[in-house]
């Protein structure tokens, strides 16, 4: 009786220990479900939104300017931030705002993205804390899941004007 207890309970924590490194893969390499908060990029993404992001594009250096990243906070990291690309390694950003008189600009350096929020008057991104280095991407969002009213794929930035090289 107890070696056929013991069996079973090995069995368990054998099929568990299995499934939990297969559960671990997916999120880790295939991608996941997010829940976002802050303002920072609204109104595409708003607080509490709940989104997809997939992990393979980080891996075949899929990103892209434009796509909408899940990073390492580069001030904090333990902590996530949810930004979108706008540089590139090589690009030329600027860094004041367009209606400023003197135009400042700074160039993304190799192995790196320069990341932005939607919400320009209300982010903390590398207008704050420089480009990041691409190492740091956890994966890109492309789906919004919640709320249903929202549903789909995500729409292009409210500021295309700033992917522009003055």
Not at 110 to 127: A, I, K
């Amino acid at each position: 009786m107890i070696r056929g207890v013991l069996g079973k309970t090995f069995r368990l924590v054998g099929y568990t220990i299995q499934y939990g490194c297969i559960a671990h893969c997916a999120f880790e390499y295939v991608g996941g479900v997010v829940m976002c908060s802050g303002p920072s990029m609204e109104p595409t993404i708003k607080n509490s939104d709940i989104v997809f992001a997939e992990n393979l594009s980080r891996h075949f250096y899929g990103i892209q300017r434009g796509d909408i990243v899940i990073a390492k906070s580069p001030s904090d990291p333990k902590s996530n931030i949810c930004k979108r690309v706008i540089g590139m390694e090589g690009d030329k950003i600027l860094t004041t705002s367009s209606s400023d008189f003197f135009k400042s600009h700074s160039y993304v350096p190799t192995g790196h993205v320069w990341l932005e929020g939607d919400n320009l008057q209300n982010s903390t991104d590398s207008r704050y804390y420089g480009p990041i280095p691409y190492g740091l991407i956890r994966g890109r969002i492309f789906f919004k899941i919640w709320p249903l009213s929202d549903f789909g794929f995500l729409r292009d930035s409210p500021n295309g004007h700033r992917f522009s090289d003055d």
